[in-house]
C-alpha cells in the first residue's frame, strides 16, 4: 500500500535525474517523461489507502508519470493550485507506484 511521491521544478527533477525531456527540437516543444529508475529514499512516501489529496501549491503542475487524467483533478483556490485530488484511487495507482509531479 506504499507508494511515493516527488515534485520539483524541471530542472530540479532533470538534476536527480527523475525525468528527462524526449521530443522537440532545439530546446523546444517536447514532453517530460519519468526515467525507469527512481531512488524511493528521494522521494516522500504515502499509504495509498489513506492518501487521497497531496498539497500542491503552485500555479500550475504536470502529472509526468503514468496515471490516467480521469483518476484525479487539481483543485484550485484564488487562481493558484492547492492540491491534487485523487478521485479513483484503483486506476490512478495502476500505472505506477510513483507520482512524479512537475511544478511551475
Request: with cysteine; aromatic share 6%; charged share 20%.
Amino acid at each position: 500500500n506504499t507508494a511515493f511521491v516527488i515534485m520539483g521544478s524541471a530542472k530540479e527533477l532533470r538534476d536527480q535525474n527523475i525525468i528527462s525531456k524526449e521530443g522537440g527540437f532545439l530546446g523546444i516543444g517536447g514532453r517530460h517523461v519519468i526515467q525507469t529508475e527512481i531512488d524511493p529514499a528521494i522521494c516522500d512516501s504515502i499509504d495509498i489507502t489513506q492518501v487521497m489529496s497531496i498539497p500542491v501549491t503552485t500555479k500550475k503542475a504536470t502529472v509526468v508519470s503514468p496515471h490516467p487524467e480521469g483518476s484525479y483533478t487539481f483543485q484550485e483556490t484564488d487562481g493558484k493550485l492547492e492540491k491534487l485530488e485523487i478521485t479513483n484511487p484503483e486506476q490512478f495507482w495502476k500505472g505506477s507506484k510513483y507520482l512524479v509531479v512537475v511544478l511551475n
